[in-house]
């Protein structure tokens, strides 16, 4: 093994170590979290795309490639089993945060549906942007590293994780928005899974698509463009198929604080559809994604990939 291959296994070692999240994410609960929290739902989402139960996804170690920049992230065949799986919540939270989108899904205006959406993928960016943000190397990773490579390629390798901030675009100040964010999500959905009035803290505006069984995709991020378009908080776009309870939507999630940016995007999203998605809701910059394996390659094959290129017929 060479220098490079080392240093290699080495941010392998670590990027694993930071995914594995132990606890459960909402807030102030200390169960453990299980390793298997589906983020677009099994059984309706993933299967009514599928072919022979297969998608395209980013799993979660793709972007371990974006920690050192390396390559960009690539999109992998899965099975829905394990296509948009992550550690996020304790089985009690995933049952009954999500039961108004996996079991009771005829109860559940479109809103209610987009704003549970955003929560549980707002939730896995901001766990992916964690660990891409941490300087931290946890105690078992250090002892691994010292054991296996001995101390002069974990001084190389802590160097190098010193420097990561600088070499990313991601800054404290963005993680503090997630913060309140997470804290505005949380005081509207409670514990036992029921839903308070999300109107207080978000603005949810949804369009039902008359036709897409090619793709899921969502995208959460704090918009900074220019003055106009800077938003306070994160802001969620998505795209969601038909499926058996839903007809396929769009939606845009935003805090109310983003008012007047909200307003502006679902204008320009009237406006034009095509660009708006190609610009807000790509594959490059969206951590959520699963996509029906045919229409995947067709993509491929036209090398439209950087871009969400839905028919014809799915908008009225
Ligand atoms: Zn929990």
């Known amino acids: 093994m060479d220098d490079v291959d080392i240093i290699k296994d080495i941010v ?33 989402i993933l299967k009514s795309i599928s072919d022979n139960n297969n998608v395209y996804t980013y799993l979660p170690s793709s972007f371990k490639n974006d920690l050192y920049k390396e390559t960009d992230a690539k999109l ?13 919540f304790c089985s009690f939270h995933d049952n ?4 108004l989108i996996e079991d009771d899904i005829n109860q559940s205006s479109d809103a209610l549906y987009a704003f549970l959406y955003s929560y549980r993928s707002f939730i896995y960016s901001f766990l992916i942007k964690k660990i891409m943000v941490s ?17 002069k390629y974990f001084e190389i390798f802590k160097r190098m994780v010193e420097l990561k901030p600088k070499k990313t675009t991601i800054f404290n100040d963005e993680i503090s928005r997630f913060k309140k964010s997470k804290l505005d999500y949380e005081n509207i959905i409670s514990d ?26 969502i995208n959460t991020t704090l918009l900074k463009q220019n003055n106009r ?12 198929p038909n499926n058996d309870s839903k007809d396929p939507i769009f939606f845009i999630v935003s805090s109310v604080l983003d008012n007047q940016l909200f307003n502006d995007l679902v204008s320009l999203y009237k406006y034009n559809h095509r660009e708006f998605l190609n610009f807000y809701l790509n594959l490059e910059i ?23 290129i839905l028919f014809d017929n799915t908008f009225d």
Do not use: M, W
């Open 229 to 240: 378009f800077n938003s306070e908080q994160p802001i969620t776009f998505g795209i969601l």
């Open 286 to 308: 969206s951590d959520v994604v699963a996509i029906n394996p045919t229409y995947f390659e067709s993509l491929k094959y036209h090398d439209n990939l950087s871009r969400v």
């Open 192 to 217: 036992d899974g029921s839903v308070g009035n999300f109107n207080e803290r978000f603005l949810i505006y949804t369009n039902r698509l008359k036709n897409n069984d090619k793709l899921a995709i």
């Open 96 to 99: 009954n945060i999500f039961r």
């Open 12 to 44: 392998n070692i670590d990027f694993f170590d930071r995914l594995n999240n132990k606890k459960c994410l909402y807030s102030n609960c200390s169960n453990h979290s299980i390793n298997n929290s589906h983020i677009l739902q099994k059984s309706t």
């Open 76 to 88: 992998v065949k899965r099975q829905i089993n394990n296509a948009t799986v992550f550690s996020g």
């Open 135 to 151: 300087t931290n190397i946890s105690r078992s990773v250090e002892g691994k590293v010292l054991e296996k490579y001995g101390k």
